[in-house]
């Protein structure tokens, strides 16, 4: 698996912007090994990170599978 991130701004390591849900979609559905979107996610934005309008086939994010 991969780890992609961080998802949204941390101050854990001092990262200012996040990737957002669009890029941890892209980095998923480029990868032949599950990847896991980290860094900056809480109860606040978790949800957006489940179904960013997925192509065709997908009903669920690849991290999920």
């Not at 990262?15 to 559905?29: D, K, Q, T, V």
């Not at 032949?32 to 489940?50: K, Q, T």
Request: no cysteine; glycine share 10%.
């Amino acid at each position: 698996y991969l780890a992609s991130g961080p998802a949204y701004p941390t101050a854990t390591k001092g990262y200012g912007l996040g990737l957002r849900p669009e890029r941890a979609w892209i980095a998923a559905e480029a990868s032949p090994v599950p990847v896991f979107p980290i860094g900056g996610i809480d109860l606040a934005n978790a949800e957006s990170l489940e179904s960013p309008e997925p192509k065709a086939g997908h009903e669920s994010p690849p991290w999920y599978a």
